[in-house]
């Protein structure tokens, strides 16, 4: 079964900083990009970034520009998403999907994404 797991999520003071990983099984991550997204509690999910198949194109919503990056390791499997800087209104579940395709896939919660993960919480606070 082919599916997607997020780790890392947390407490975190503002400022801090957070490392998430996504990781794939029954799937090879090589032809898919990969996006991150975030659902804080009573918002709709929003795209934060994303990544090209093999990593060349990322994109970033302007909330967390200069603060957050992804990058991924086809070896691994894996995406992750590096979140420095942390505020308050970055507290969400956060979510990693995949969709196949060579191009960088999209912000866009709506973008045709094949599969989801469970999602990692993140709570900033102090």
């Known amino acids: 079964q082919s599916q997607l797991v997020e780790s890392g999520g947390g407490l975190v003071q503002p400022g801090g900083s957070l490392r998430l990983s996504c990781a794939a099984s029954?799937?090879?991550?090589?032809?898919?990009?990969i996006g991150w997204f975030r659902q804080a509690q009573g918002k709709e999910r929003e795209g934060v970034s994303s990544?090209?198949?093999?990593?060349?194109?990322?994109q970033y919503a302007d909330s967390v520009k200069g603060r957050f990056t992804i990058s991924r390791d086809n070896a691994k499997n894996t995406v992750y998403l590096q979140m420095n800087s942390l505020k308050p209104e970055d507290t969400a579940v956060y979510y990693c999907?995949?969709?196949?395709?060579?191009?960088?896939?999209?912000?866009?919660?709506?973008?045709?994404?094949?599969?989801w993960g469970q999602g990692t919480r993140v709570t900033v606070s102090s």
């Open positions: 990544i090209s198949s093999l990593g060349g194109v990322t």
């Open positions: 029954g799937l090879s991550l090589d032809y898919y990009g």
């Open positions: 999907a995949a969709r196949r395709t060579p191009f960088v896939p999209g912000l866009s919660p709506q973008m045709p994404y094949e599969y």
